[in-house]
C-alpha cells in the first residue's frame, strides 16, 4: 500500500494531466470528454486535500463537504463555484456548445492549482 504522501502527489499527478487532455480534447471539439476530464481533474484534486487532512473522500457527498470546509476556512468563496462548474458541466454537457464548455476550463484549471496548493503539491 503506498503512503500518505505518495497517494497525495498520485492524485495532484492526475488531476494536472486531466486537466492537460481536457485542453486536448476541446481542440478536437469533444465536448463530453472534455467536460469529464474537468470534474475529474477537480474530485481528484479535491482528493489529494482530503487524503493531506485525513478527510473522508471517497463519495461526492465527502467532496462537497470538503469544499465547503475549505471555503469556510479561507474565505475563498470561489472554491465552491469552481467545483459546481466542475460537477454541472459534466451533468449537463449535452445543453453546453463549446464556449460554455471553453469557458470552464480555465475555472476549473485554477480551482485544483489551489486545491493542489493547498494539499502541499503545487508551488504556483
Not at 500518505?4 to 495532484?12: D, L
Not at 476530464?37 to 473522508?56: D, E
Request: include cysteine.
Amino acid at each position: 500500500m503506498q503512503n500518505k504522501k505518495t497517494q497525495i502527489q498520485n492524485h495532484a499527478n492526475t488531476a494536472l494531466r486531466l486537466l492537460d487532455e481536457a485542453d486536448h480534447e476541446i481542440t478536437r471539439s469533444n465536448l463530453g470528454l472534455t467536460s469529464e476530464k474537468l470534474w475529474a481533474a477537480a474530485a481528484a484534486a479535491v482528493k489529494a486535500v482530503c487524503l493531506q487532512r485525513g478527510w473522508p473522500h471517497n463519495e461526492y457527498d465527502d467532496l462537497r463537504n470538503a469544499i465547503h470546509q475549505l471555503e469556510k476556512e479561507s474565505g475563498n468563496k470561489s472554491l465552491y463555484a469552481g467545483f459546481t462548474i466542475a460537477y454541472t458541466g459534466q451533468l449537463f454537457v449535452g445543453s453546453m456548445d463549446e464556449d460554455d464548455v471553453d469557458t470552464d476550463r480555465p475555472i476549473v484549471r485554477e480551482l485544483v492549482n489551489k486545491l493542489l496548493t493547498v494539499a502541499g503539491v503545487n508551488d504556483s
